[in-house]
């Protein structure tokens, strides 16, 4: 099956800009969907099909895609973007989705 | 405003069964496939399957196939998972989500429940 690889976690100073990377195959085919989840509450989606925001995700969240390789970028990281961040696409199989393994952004 | 609300979870014995339902509204819940994805006590998201916008079409993750079945009452504006033959390592939150592009099934969630929990033990 497909997957999805992510760095476990990154750090950033408050302020500035942070890359989170998802790397695989499927990439190559299907744009991939980014989630932004805290401590104790459901996912929510910041960024969907490479580079598209949400009513009401902030503009410093955006996304980009090259090759096997999605990213989420936040340009001016601030304190409450520290979270954990999953990437999501469409399997390689016809009709499956799949999860990155998510990366804990820390904020400093 | 959309929302989803989960209920049905608790503790269950190990090869057990037990059904949680998914509770929609603030959009036309028929015109939406549905999605569930679940994430077990410090891991990351696992998808679980996905519903279509009329319950023709159901998708399973390997790990559950044969196991899980989804539904939908779409007169009750609710999403139904079933889960049969219950392992410890079907312990989890469950979340349903709402497919963005409603009859796309494999169009990402867009909005999700709170989640409920599963746990799997003697």
């Known amino acids: 099956s497909s997957e999805l690889t992510q760095d476990p976690a990154v750090s950033v100073a408050l302020g500035q800009t942070v890359r989170i990377t998802c790397q695989g195959d499927?990439?190559?085919?299907?744009?991939a969907n980014w989630y932004q989840q805290k401590p104790g509450q459901a996912p929510v989606l910041v960024i969907y099909?490479?580079?598209n925001r949400p009513s009401g995700i902030p503009d410093r969240f955006s996304g980009s895609s090259s090759g096997n390789t999605a990213s989420l970028t936040i340009t001016g990281a601030r304190a409450e973007d520290e979270a954990d961040y999953y990437c999501?696409?469409?399997?390689?199989?016809?009709?499956?989705?799949?999860f990155g393994g998510g990366t804990k952004l820390t904020v400093l | 405003q959309v929302q989803l609300v989960e209920s049905g979870g608790g503790v269950v014995q190990p090869g057990r069964s037990l059904r949680l339902s998914c509770a929609a509204s603030?959009?036309?819940?028929?015109?939406?496939?549905m999605h569930w994805v679940r994430q077990a006590p410090g891991k990351g998201l696992e998808w679980v399957g996905v519903?279509?916008?009329?319950?023709?079409?159901?998708y399973y993750a390997d790990s559950v196939k044969g196991r899980f079945t989804f539904s939908r009452d779409n007169s009750k504006n609710t999403l139904y998972l079933q889960m049969n033959s219950l392992r410890g390592d079907d312990t989890a939150v469950y979340y349903c989500?709402?497919?963005?592009?409603?009859?796309?099934?494999?169009?990402?969630?867009?909005?999700w429940g709170q989640g409920t929990l599963v746990t799997v033990s003697s």
């Open positions: 989500a709402r497919a963005r592009y409603g009859y796309d099934v494999l169009s990402g969630g867009d909005y």
């Open positions: 603030g959009f036309t819940f028929s015109n939406h496939a």
């Open positions: 519903v279509s916008y009329d319950g023709s079409n159901k």
């Open positions: 499927s990439l190559r085919t299907y744009y």
């Open positions: 099909e490479k580079n």
């Open positions: 999501n696409s469409r399997d390689s199989r016809a009709n499956h989705l799949v």
